[in-house]
């Protein structure tokens, strides 16, 4: 009796696996590219022969598996295309781009002028400098559970600096300012008066 060992029984309607030799193995490349955060779990169906992937989401057909097209365009898909996804970031992207409108407060004034507020890593850290130096904290004050706790109310986008980065920043606040006051002394004369006492 003949051996069937060896023999692949391809059905036409079938999703198969089937790896080319001299390729990658394309399905266990897409296990590795979707197994972290929340795309941990979604699945890409291998459409026969074709180097093509359908999302199991929304069932759209995406190229992937050869050399223009790997794994990418299926991450990309699932994280900006597909809204059934659950890494689906485009509503979130769309949020951060947008500004918003807000009363800025001025010293200890509640309100005041209307101004445009969009969140910043950069201009967070630096609020955070000018915070320390203006209200004289020490830079652990970023380690406290408390403080954290109060940010991550404020905005989840900020990414908590340590205190060195604070120190840093603070330095750096220091040294753009200093750059300031050069510049407007700049060609201006300066006379400075020195008052003493003493004791007879």
Request: aromatic share 6%; glycine share 8%; net charge neutral.
């Amino acid at each position: 009796m003949a051996s069937n060992e060896g023999v692949i029984n391809v059905d036409d309607q079938q999703d198969v696996g089937v790896q080319v030799p001299g390729e990658v193995d394309i399905e266990k490349k897409i296990k590795q590219d979707l197994s972290y955060g929340p795309l941990n779990g979604s699945i890409f169906h291998m459409l026969k022969a074709q180097h093509k992937s359908e999302c199991t989401h929304c069932k759209k057909v995406l190229a992937c598996g050869t050399k223009g097209n790997g794994t990418s365009s299926l991450l990309s898909h699932l994280v900006d295309s597909c809204r059934r996804s659950p890494g689906y970031e485009g509503k979130d992207k769309d949020a951060k781009k947008q500004t918003k409108l807000s009363f800025k407060s001025e010293g200890t004034e509640v309100g005041g002028p209307l101004a445009k507020h969009s969140f910043s890593q950069e201009k967070c850290r630096l609020a955070l400098g000018k915070m320390c130096i203006k209200d004289n904290r020490p830079y652990i004050i970023v380690d406290d559970e408390g403080f954290k706790e109060f940010v991550w109310e404020l905005n989840l986008e900020f990414q908590m600096t340590s205190r060195w980065t604070a120190a840093r920043d603070c330095i750096e606040i220091y040294e753009q300012e200093a750059k300031k006051v050069k510049e407007m002394l700049k060609g201006q004369t300066v006379r400075l008066t020195i008052d003493t006492w003493s004791s007879v």
